[in-house]
């Protein structure tokens, strides 16, 4: 059964302070790993897309990696707009381009 | 919201009561999801559509719930009767063909059931 799990469930940072998410994951027939951004009262919002270990991608003060079995988010000096909860899905499936999203982690960062 | 139209926003109903959710992936692509987020928790696929036809449906709770597709574009999702735990957002996703395994979501339609 694929399963995917996110840490911490919450994140408080003070504005500049780095950090960063974990997503570790069991799918069978991978096909990429994926980060979305949610925001209150919105759909998830896609951030990046991973496809093998050791590939890295970068987007403003984000940037995702990837091993054999874990994700990172790096967070790099956020700022309060960065707030929001980050979901990480890997993707495969039974009927193919399918995302098993984790519960998430709630991102608030303070001024 | 991402390409993707919802409606309603809000419904507020009784248990047992029937409901129902539209979407409409705006460009018209192919592939279309439904998922369901409970308070807290990460989407849960319900079922996937290849234009008209079914592709995965194994988690969709088919003694209360059904969904269509009509003319490979527009979705209905529909819940009949309706329970407390069936309280949750309802999103709609959109594939395009090129990039089948990139998501785009709705803004959700978020379903109470008292």
């Known amino acids: 059964e694929d399963q995917v799990t996110q840490s911490p469930e919450a994140l408080r940072l003070q504005e500049g302070e780095s950090s960063s998410l974990n997503c570790s994951y069991t799918?069978?027939?991978?096909?990429?790993l994926f980060w979305y951004r949610q925001d209150p009262g919105k759909g998830p919002e896609f951030l990046f897309t991973?496809?093998?270990a050791g590939e890295e991608k970068e987007k403003e003060r984000l940037k995702a990696t990837l091993t054999k079995k874990e994700s990172f988010l790096h967070i790099t000096a956020p700022k309060p707009e960065d707030s929001a909860t980050y979901l990480c899905?890997?993707?495969?499936?039974?009927?193919?381009?399918?995302?098993?999203f984790g519960k998430g982690t709630k991102l608030s960062v303070i001024p | 919201e991402a390409g993707v139209a919802q409606s309603p926003r809000y419904k507020i109903i009784e248990k047992r009561q029937s409901v129902a959710f539209w979407c409409n992936p705006i460009s018209g692509h192919a592939t279309l999801y439904w998922y369901q987020q409970i308070l807290g928790q990460g989407p849960k696929l319900l079922i996937q559509?290849?234009?008209?036809?079914?592709?995965?449906d194994s988690q969709l709770p088919k003694d209360r719930f059904s969904a269509e597709r009509l003319k490979g574009v527009d979705s209905t999702l529909k819940i009949q009767p309706a329970k407390l735990e069936d309280s949750a957002v309802y999103l709609c996703a959109r594939a395009p063909r090129l990039a089948k395994n990139i998501q785009y979501f709705g803004a959700g339609t978020r379903l109470s059931v008292l």
């Open positions: 991973l496809y093998s």
């Open positions: 799918v069978s027939g991978l096909r990429g």
């Open positions: 559509f290849q234009n008209n036809g079914v592709v995965d």
């Open positions: 899905a890997p993707g495969g499936g039974a009927g193919s381009y399918q995302l098993t």
